[in-house]
């Protein structure tokens, strides 16, 4: 396995595992970021690790803009998945989130804020 890569088992597919983030996951925010957490415990154990990234049709109306943003987030998080582990920890399910209209003009500003996050969340 890659160690920079984003292979299925860490992607968030299952809207089990989705609902039950929305409904007991911590929120935490950085600039135009924002994550949903949820760590395991013993009422509901995880596997490993799973991230999903989500951007809002209501700020990108088109498809290309929401694919481009998207792939920036997995971007970030595959390049810098060592540190993302190291701060949340090996098991738990996450959705990122871009939360603003204006797109990035470059990928070192998407990594930037991930960066950030994951700082602050181990901080």
């Not at 949820?38 to 694919?67: C, T, W």
């Not at 792939?71 to 998945?81: D, F, H, P, S, V």
């Not at 990928?107 to 960066?115: G, H, P, R, T």
Request: proline residues 2%; hydrophobic residues 35%.
């Amino acid at each position: 396995m890659k160690v920079n890569g984003y292979p299925s088992q860490e992607k968030l597919k299952r809207k089990s595992e989705i609902d039950l983030l929305f409904k007991k996951g911590k929120w935490l925010s950085v600039d135009q970021l924002r994550i949903i957490y949820l760590n395991s415990s013993e009422k509901q154990p995880l596997e490993s690790h799973k991230i999903g990234v989500s951007v809002s049709k209501k700020f990108f109306k088109k498809a290309v803009d929401r694919n481009r943003l998207k792939r920036l987030l997995r971007e970030a998080y595959r390049i810098n998945k060592d540190l993302y582990l190291e701060s949340f920890g090996g098991k738990h399910i996450a959705m990122l989130f871009w939360v603003s209209k204006e797109l990035p003009g470059h990928y070192s500003i998407v990594e930037k804020q991930f960066l950030n996050l994951c700082l602050k969340k181990k901080g």
